[in-house]
């Protein structure tokens, strides 16, 4: 069955799969937000930008974006102002990725970094309520402590934009269900960077590639198949289906070299730079390639290097179907 979605099932997957037990539950698993107050240097706000404009594709969701170019871009004076998603993705009720610029009405100006934290990593919004897990936040539960804090030292520095939005709601249900998926997560360090595997994992992790690269079922990440791609993504007439990333020889990537790997990526510096052409059916994806375009390619290199030691998985994708 094709599901319309736009920027990764991941939420559905787990809400799904927490099952009716949650019904009974009565307030999501949670702890008071921290009292901290995210030191504003210099580093943290750069760190901070690459997390929330690259690594961890903040924008995707949450920014405005022009879906007529090639990606789909943000466009900078939206950026952080919230989306309303739209139905035609078939999510489970009304779906709003909130204002999370610094504006005190619309945005989240008046949340402490704690509550901005809790949210991010825990899945708790200011007010106790359990967020949509369509937000990742369960991958972002394994960012670090030092990560979580430049994340929010820069969002503190975005221009706020006044954009009031609805609240989401979920059919029932769903509504329900996901008081199940929020957790605490709390001192995480940080990933050894001089470990590579585990620095690529971490990418992968807070990079969110497992939840467009997994095919579903009913929901659900299919059992054995991480990483293996043939999830659908479709916008109007449009059309791509995320390619399998693991390292089979004959259908997934286990051919491509760490170089081929990491110009897959660079080759779209100039387009990040200088805008990409027109999106059309012929290109159209929504792989961020324009974010991931400015990852480093020590990052892209451990990406890599964690990749090829994922269950090679033999699943043979059309990732541009001709329809
Ligand atoms: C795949 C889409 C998606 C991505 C990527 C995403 N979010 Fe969200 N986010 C959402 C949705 C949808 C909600 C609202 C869920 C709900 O209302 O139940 C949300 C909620 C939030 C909230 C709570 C706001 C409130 O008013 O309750 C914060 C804060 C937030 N996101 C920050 C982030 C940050 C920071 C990142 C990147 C590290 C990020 N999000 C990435 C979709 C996304
Ligand atoms: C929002 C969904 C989404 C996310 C997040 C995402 N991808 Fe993709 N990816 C796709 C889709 C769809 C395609 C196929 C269309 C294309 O090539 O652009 C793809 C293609 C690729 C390809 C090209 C494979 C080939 O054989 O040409 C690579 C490599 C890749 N992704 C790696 C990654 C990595 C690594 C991450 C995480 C850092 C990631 N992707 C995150 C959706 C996504």
């Known amino acids: 069955m094709e599901k319309i979605l736009l920027f990764g099932s991941l939420g559905v997957v787990t809400v799904i799969g927490a099952g009716f037990g949650y019904l009974s539950l009565r307030s999501p698993n949670h702890l008071p937000a921290e009292s901290i107050q995210v030191p504003m240097t210099p580093e943290n706000i750069a760190r901070g930008e690459y997390l929330f404009t690259v690594l961890a594709d903040c924008d995707g969701c949450h920014s405005e974006r022009d879906l007529s170019k090639f990606t789909a871009p943000v466009v900078a004076r939206g950026r952080g102002r919230g989306w309303q998603l739209p139905k035609e993705l078939g999510l489970p009720g009304d779906v709003v990725a909130p204002n999370i610029t610094p504006d005190v009405e619309t945005g989240i100006g008046a949340w402490t970094d704690g509550e901005k934290i809790r949210a991010i990593r825990e899945g708790i919004s200011r007010d106790g309520r359990p967020l949509f897990p369509m937000m990742p936040y369960q991958g972002f539960a394994k960012m670090s402590d030092g990560d979580v804090q430049a994340l929010v030292a820069y969002m503190n520095t975005l221009p706020a934009v006044r954009n009031p939005l609805p609240r989401t709601k979920l059919n029932f249900p769903v509504n329900y269900l996901i008081t ?8 995480i360090a940080a990933p050894n960077k001089a470990n590579k595997l585990e620095w690529g994992r971490y990418l ?5 590639c ?8 009913k929901g659900e990440p299919i059992p054995g198949k991480q990483f293996a791609g043939g999830e659908p993504f479709v916008v109007s007439s449009y059309k791509a289906v995320s390619a399998n990333i693991t390292p089979d020889t004959d259908t997934g990537i286990g051919k491509m070299s760490e170089a081929e790997f990491i110009e897959r990526f660079h080759q779209y510096k100039k387009y990040a730079q200088d805008g990409p052409p027109a999106m059309t059916a012929e290109n159209f994806t929504l792989m961020p390639w324009l974010s991931f375009a400015k990852m480093p390619s020590e990052d892209l290199s451990a990406i890599y290097a964690y990749l090829r030691t994922v269950k090679p ?4 994708v059309e990732t541009h179907p001709q329809k």
Request: net charge neutral; hydrophobic share 25%; with cysteine.
């Open 313 to 316: 998985v033999n699943h043979s």
């Open 210 to 217: 497992g939840g467009c690269h997994t095919p579903m079922e």
């Open 180 to 187: 199940g998926a929020p957790a605490p997560s709390r001192n």
């Open 204 to 208: 992968v992790t807070v990079g969110g």
